[in-house]
């Protein structure tokens, strides 16, 4: 497998509205610019006491050095210190610089992000939900220490290699709102009206609409269903360039956004649909037949716009994912019989085909008896009726030559012909019902006549 590229950008060069950088901020020397979000930078810089090793250290912009973001970044670095979990970006150090600037300090994360990173290896559909799944499991992580993201999007999701497989890292809670601890912070993180707070692409309704309408867990998990999306298709639902910013805006608040499901907005990709599919080491069709059916319906309803209509948590999309793997029905889709036969035949497909031959050699083994019971049967009603044949014959035989009886005959002699002759009368009479007995009688009499 090919080394990745370098995972982080490189400083920018100097231009218009470039700011110098500090030397050093406390016991830490800045090694370089990672990045710039809005609220502050991020650097790369060099712990060199009490241990010496490499970091992120972020601190907040001069520009934005106002009472309500400097309580968001208070939230931030305290809501990041009460979070454990692999998954999500380590808080190391807090403080301010000597200008009163607060910063704090994260694990540096040599990651990239997690959809450059799938195209990259090339994963396939399921490898991305599977690793997708241990994303939500850490957005479910925060969500249960009382944290908010607000901000989830692929540059926001790293992810590195640990012991040669993939490790997704979720980083900068900046925005995150803190629910139900009050003792992340003194000040309330408020979020003022009119105030948009988020990356419009990857964010929900409620967020956008800025009404003051109390944002919960899940507007997180409409931000996932989309970065799901983007990281299935290769296309976000919606494209805020696209349709222009103000549009996209006002109708992602007014509820109006209307996106194809992942399978049917694949197939309007006509020029770039091969593409698409090779990075998911497969092609066209079969992407979309992936993507068609259960992934559809989970995608469809992590972005529902109605956040009444999403999964309640995002441990409720990451089992929909994980039964979506194993084969099970998922609970984003309408239950159907079909549907669920249909999943317990593929789940099961060796003890499925198993009864099936044992079915089979049943039913043949049952049509078998039968046949040979009619053929039984039927041999032994022939057998009976020969009997009954053979037995009506003694008997007119019997009958027919009493004519030769002393007594019958009253002395008088009987001659071959004359007892031929009764026995034709008497056949002719005596077996008119029986036609199948006279004719083999009959039969058998003209021969007698023939030979004399």
């Known amino acids: 497998m090919p080394d990745l590229p370098p995972t982080v ?12 950088h500090p030397p050093s901020i406390g016991p830490y020397r800045i090694l370089r610019v990672l990045g710039e979000g809005g609220m502050g930078m991020v650097y790369e810089a060099e712990q060199t006491a009490p241990v010496q090793r490499r970091v992120a250290l972020k601190v907040m912009r001069a520009d934005l050095d106002s009472r309500e973001v400097v309580a968001r970044f208070e939230t931030e670095r305290q809501a990041l210190a009460v979070m454990s979990h692999e998954s999500i970006a380590k808080v190391l150090d807090a403080g301010a610089s000597h200008t009163g600037r607060p910063f704090f300090v994260m694990e540096l994360v040599p990651g990239v992000p997690i959809t450059d990173y799938c195209d990259r290896r090339t994963h396939s559909t399921r490898d991305r939900v599977a690793l997708f799944i241990r994303v939500c499991e850490a957005v479910q992580h925060a969500h249960q220490k009382g944290v908010i993201h607000r901000d989830l999007k692929p540059t926001n999701v790293l992810v590195e290699e640990a012991g040669g497989k993939p490790l997704p890292k979720v980083i900068d809670f900046g925005i995150a709102k803190a629910a139900g601890l009050q003792r992340l912070s003194e000040r309330t993180h408020v979020t003022q009206y009119g105030e948009v707070v988020g990356t419009p692409a990857y964010m929900s309704p409620e967020q956008a609409e800025m009404s003051g309408l109390d944002v919960d867990t899940r507007t997180d998990i409409y931000s996932l269903g989309v970065m799901l999306y983007e990281l299935l298709v290769g296309r976000l639902p919606e494209d805020p360039q696209e349709l222009g910013m103000p549009g996209f805006m006002a109708r992602l608040a007014m509820m109006a956004t209307d996106p194809l499901i992942p399978s049917a907005k694949l197939a309007t990709l006509v020029h770039h649909r091969e593409t698409l599919a090779s990075l998911r080491n497969t092609d066209g069709d079969g992407l979309r037949r992936e993507l068609r059916g259960d992934l559809d319906w989970i995608v469809m309803r992590a972005i529902e716009k109605d956040r009444t209509r999403r999964y309640e948590t995002a441990n409720g999309l990451a089992l929909d ?26 789940r099961h497909r060796v003890g499925v085909l198993a009864g099936a031959a044992v079915a089979l050699a049943i039913l043949a083994g049952a049509a078998a008896a039968a046949l040979g019971l009619v053929r039984a049967t039927k041999a032994e009603a022939r057998a009976l009726a020969e009997a009954a044949t053979a037995t009506q014959v003694s008997d007119f035989l019997v009958s027919l030559f009493q004519v030769s009886n002393p007594g019958e005959a009253r002395g008088n002699t009987v001659t071959a012909r004359e007892i031929l002759d009764s026995g034709a009368r008497k056949v002719e009479a005596d077996l008119a019902r029986q036609p199948l007995v006279q004719a083999r009688l009959m039969k058998t009499i003209g021969d007698v006549y023939r030979e004399m």
């Not at 400083?11 to 700011?19: A, F, H, L, Y």
């Open 321 to 346: 994912l994980q039964r979506y793997l194993r084969d099970e029905p998922v609970t984003a889709r309408p239950p159907s019989v079909r549907y669920r036969a249909r999943k317990f035949v593929r």
């Open 9 to 20: 950008p490189p400083t920018p060069g100097p231009g218009k509205g470039s700011v110098a």
